[in-house]
């Protein structure tokens, strides 16, 4: 038998709907028509429910996050040029950029919120621009008015990439509701997951009509008409999408507790919680820390490893760096925070009594 005081703790662990309600509607998908995938029931109605969720004008359910984001370019007519974007975030938000043959911009980001920062945006403009793409990290929003005004002035589309965004509000309106596109990923790690899979919203009707025929090969009433590509997601995702949806304030309430705990006792550390926003916003998906330097927060790690306590650099190293990424402009913010930034165990399920061991051995460095 596992100590109880010596089990594993994750960075995250995947919620899990009752195990009942996932299979009550396996059992109605065998019992009827046993479709699995092409706009099913269960995925119409996942659609449904997202979109009265978000409040966004349309929504379209694809296979996942970086699938999404690169659907979002082709939706908004992409295909090479110049993409303005954070070199802070998951590495996806580069990759989409990169396999559509765009080149990514980097600016700096913000060293408040972490998100792009939207001053220095106007500087990298130049006549190859074609896009905006803004990430909303950890779910704290970037600097929408700044950045829409910039977009306007400039006639160029917003793109942004919500995979931390859902849940949160945004002056009484769902984060994903901005841009002109917003991605979301509902991959198993984050705040309502489907496995794997994502969306795209948009409030723009001819770009929702393209994402509808993009994710199923360019098909439409059974005529090729423009290219497409398979980004269709499942039954079975939207299965647990729908469940875990119908848990989602129970999910979000247990996380803020979780953070909250983490506060308290951190309050006494020299770690700077990134919180600036977090309870106005109610981030609760990451709970991130910047250490004063990197070999701090290499000791931590090793202390923590030590006590099978695994948190984990998230987002490191700072995209600008990467080997792959041909123009290597500085961005001095974000490659400094990435080298001492970490998120630490969040999910539902974690016990106080183990977020305050956590927080203790980092209280005493
Ligand atoms: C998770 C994530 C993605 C990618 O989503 P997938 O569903 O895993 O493809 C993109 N951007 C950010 C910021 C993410 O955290």
């Not at 396996?26 to 429910?49: A, H, M, Y």
């Not at 559509?100 to 001053?119: G, K, N, Q, R, Y």
């Not at 006549?127 to 400039?154: F, M, Q, W």
């Not at 926003?277 to 709970?287: A, D, L, S």
Request: glycine residues 4%.
């Amino acid at each position: 038998m596992i100590d109880e005081f010596n089990h594993p703790i994750p960075i995250t662990k995947n919620y899990l709907p009752p195990f009942e309600e996932f299979n009550s509607c396996l059992r109605s998908i065998w019992d009827c028509n046993g479709q699995l995938t092409n706009d099913g029931p269960f995925l119409v109605e996942f659609e449904k429910k997202i979109q009265a969720y978000t409040e966004a004008e349309y929504f379209c359910a694809v296979t996942n996050g970086t699938l999404a984001l690169q659907l979002a370019l082709r939706a908004l007519g992409i295909d090479n040029g110049e993409i303005i974007t954070s070199p802070f975030s998951y590495v996806a938000t580069v990759s989409a950029i990169l396999w559509e043959h765009c080149v990514p911009v980097f600016v700096d980001i913000d060293p408040e919120t972490l998100c792009i920062d939207a001053s220095k945006i106007e500087s990298a403009v130049t006549n190859r621009t074609k896009a905006i793409l803004g990430v909303h990290v950890y779910g704290h929003p970037c600097n929408i008015e700044s950045i829409d005004k910039i977009a306007k002035k400039h006639n160029l589309p917003v793109i942004y990439d919500g995979a931390h965004a859902f849940g949160i509000k945004y002056k009484e309106k769902s984060l994903l509701s901005y841009g002109d596109v917003s991605t979301c990923s509902f991959h198993a790690t984050k705040l309502l997951h489907t496995m794997e899979g994502g969306g795209v919203f948009s409030n723009l009707p001819e770009v929702a009509d393209r994402l509808i025929l993009m994710r199923k090969f360019g098909i439409s009433k059974e005529n090729c008409v423009s290219l497409g590509i398979n980004a269709k997601a499942s039954e079975i995702q939207a299965v647990m999408g729908l469940c875990n949806l119908e848990h989602i304030d129970e999910i979000i309430n247990k996380r803020l507790e979780i953070c909250e705990i983490y506060d308290s006792v951190l309050s006494a550390s020299t770690l700077r919680p990134l919180n600036k926003g977090r309870n106005e916003y109610k981030c609760c998906t990451y709970y991130p820390v910047i250490f004063e330097n990197e070999k701090l927060l290499l000791t931590a790690f090793s202390r923590l490893n030590e006590e099978n306590i695994f948190p984990r650099r998230y987002f490191y190293p700072s995209l600008n760096t990467l080997p792959y990424v041909k123009n290597k402009d500085h961005c001095l913010v974000s490659e400094d925070i990435s080298s001492r930034i970490a998120c630490l165990p969040l999910y539902y399920g974690l016990k106080e009594r183990d977020i305050r061991r956590i927080a203790k051995i980092l209280i005493n460095l």
